[in-house]
């Protein structure tokens, strides 16, 4: 069974969604980060970055939220969160799934802390181009990949619950709120949340 590190009210939720998402039995292990435990020797062996989430599963250890949903789908196939190898939807799969860390986690900084970078130089160019291109493929709907959900949903679906609902670090748009109404209608995400809560 695969372990799942995870902390109350932390990024670790993208986690708990996709092993609910998933419907396979998991172990849950806490690592309270307001008491340090994501410090410990013990903890720093499984993700030296000494942060949550991080998962085990068996031999393999790895972190990164969008990682463990990158592995996870990979793994269990039958669930459905990724489109299979070869098929082309990949692509796009693959994208949002990246694009979550990659841009939408800094851009989300940035507005926040106001920090001026260069767009050229910032591998995420500019923040509200960034927010500009997700509302775009947001609009139709009902997911990043149209019809089908996949994990990219569950890393993207965080983010903008994180930085949209939750702590309205980016200016609202009808498009994320009618998406993160559509994630929040899954019980998986339902599940998550509670678990999250602490
Ligand atoms: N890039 C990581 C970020 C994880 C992260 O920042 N986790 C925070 C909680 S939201 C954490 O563990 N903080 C504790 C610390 O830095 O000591 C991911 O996407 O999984």
């Given amino acids: 069974m695969m372990q799942l590190y995870w902390s109350p009210r932390s990024r670790s939720f993208t986690a708990l969604w996709l092993m609910e998402e998933t419907g396979k039995p ?12 994501q410090k410990k020797a013990e903890y720093l062996a499984i993700n030296p970055m000494g942060k949550v989430p991080a998962l085990k599963d068996g031999e393999a250890t790895l972190a990164e939220a969008a990682a463990i949903c990158a592995y996870v789908a990979e793994r269990y196939p039958d669930a459905k969160l990724a489109p299979p190898l ?4 990949r692509a796009k799969y693959l994208y949002w799934l990246f694009f979550a860390p990659g841009c939408v986690e800094p851009a989300m900084v940035q507005i926040a802390t106001k920090i001026e970078m260069n767009p050229v130089a910032a591998g995420w160019g500019e923040a509200q181009r960034v927010f500009d291109v997700l509302d775009v493929a947001l609009a139709k709907g009902p997911w990043i990949l149209g019809e089908n959900f996949s994990a990219a949903d569950i890393a993207i679906g965080s983010a903008l619950n994180f930085c949209g609902r939750l702590f309205k670090m980016v200016p609202s748009r009808p498009s994320f709120e009618a998406y993160v109404a559509r994630c929040m209608e899954r019980p998986a995400f339902q599940r998550a949340e509670k678990i999250a809560a602490g």
């Fill in 26 to 37: 998991y172990e849950r292990v806490l690592t309270d980060i307001s008491t340090g435990a």
């Fill in 86 to 89: 070869g098929d082309p939807s």
